[in-house]
């Protein structure tokens, strides 16, 4: 994922289901390169590392998910 990309990722923009390969997944559809819309998944090294980021999303809504706000992480601007 791109950093303009991760600054304008939405709570909403996660596909709330888990995939048959047991995965979660990303709607990215905000920054990207050439206006494409991109689906990633969400690579968590353990179980509670994904739970977190699950809430992350859960939490931000409609708001955006890297904010500093909602006790999550804000991306740096360098």
């Known amino acids: 994922m791109r950093k303009r990309e991760l600054e304008r990722l939405r ?3 996660l596909i709330a289901k ?6 979660y997944y990303v709607n990215i559809t905000r920054g990207t390169k050439g206006g494409r819309t991109k689906v990633s998944p969400i690579m968590a ?3 509670e590392e994904l739970e977190k980021i699950l809430a992350m999303f859960k939490v931000a809504g409609t708001g ?4 500093g706000k909602y006790g999550t992480h804000r991306i740096p601007k360098t």
Not at 18 to 23: P, S
Not at 64 to 67: K, L
Request: with cysteine; aromatic share 0%; hydrophobic share 25%.
């Open 18 to 23: 888990k995939a048959k390969n047991g995965l």
């Open 11 to 13: 709570g909403t923009d």
């Open 45 to 47: 090294k353990s179980e």
């Open 64 to 67: 955006v998910v890297c904010s």
